[in-house]
């Protein structure tokens, strides 16, 4: 599927599930692991762009980190909130298969936890990749293709991780996520290792770094567990040729 259409009318369906979701501090995944993720991109003074930035977390970061930020997404009451939270220098309502900008315009594209959600990984990365100076960095984070395939056989931090069915192939998901009082209905695609690989290189990347970060800190024994399996993937990739 080509059409970006279905994933942003769901995306603008639960915008203000993600909203309360992603910005209450503490609550999401994101900040067990955000001093990682600081230190892994780096302090910089080139321009970024965030593709898929929703309320905007992601975007503070590389703000704060030193980058000229362009906030992007294709919901506008996701930009409303990106905005509202002062995370970017400039914002843009965008589709990420095609960005309004000229080719050669940044020094820094984020794609974090976006790449799963989309019907056309292919597009988006192609898109990436033409707005991207030469020598720029793309940065990508996913939930780790392993970890999306499988789950601990129970809530100890030493309880068995079962692969459920097999790890190959492309799985939709698509389901309500409950916890201390959010929820928030998630749906996106969940793919090998090999299908980010194969989508990087066909749009002209080459991987520079990898990293499957634990937790910040490892606290409780949810984190007990993540910090045993991956549950993030981080890669840093540059265009060539």
């Known amino acids: 599927m080509t059409d970006t259409k279905p994933i942003t009318e769901h995306w603008t369906r639960v915008a203000d599930q993600w909203i309360d979701w992603a910005g209450r501090p ?38 704060t980190l030193g980058y000229d930020v362009t906030a992007s997404d294709a919901v506008p009451a996701m930009l409303d909130a990106a905005r509202h939270a002062d995370s970017a220098h400039r914002y843009e309502l965008a589709d990420v298969a095609s960005l309004p900008f000229d080719a050669a315009s940044f020094d820094l594209v984020m794609a974090y936890n ?21 020598g720029g960095l793309l940065f990508i984070s996913v939930v780790h293709p392993f970890r999306d395939r499988g789950g601990f056989a129970g809530p100890q931090p030493d309880a068995p991780f079962v692969l459920k069915g ?24 969940s793919l090998p290792l090999q299908a980010y690989m194969e989508a990087l290189e066909a749009a002209g990347f080459a991987i520079v770094s990898l990293r499957e970060p634990p937790p910040d800190h490892a606290d409780t024994d949810q984190l007990k567990q993540w910090a045993r399996v991956p549950l993030f993937l981080w890669i840093k990739a540059r265009p060539v040729g």
Not at 115 to 130: G, P, S, T, V
Request: proline share 1%; glycine share 14%; aromatic share 10%.
């Open 166 to 189: 097999s790890y190959y192939g492309r799985e939709h998901f698509d389901g309500v996520e409950t916890r201390d009082g959010l929820s928030m209905h998630f749906a996106g695609w």
């Open 26 to 63: 503490g609550h999401d995944a994101f900040w067990k692991y955000r001093a990682g993720l600081a230190a892994y991109i780096g302090r910089g003074t080139g321009r970024a762009l965030e593709i898929g930035c929703g309320e905007g977390r992601v975007s503070r970061e590389l703000k």
């Open 114 to 134: 976006v790449l799963m959600d989309l019907d056309d990984m292919q597009r988006a990365l192609n898109e990436a990749r033409r707005v991207l100076k030469p």
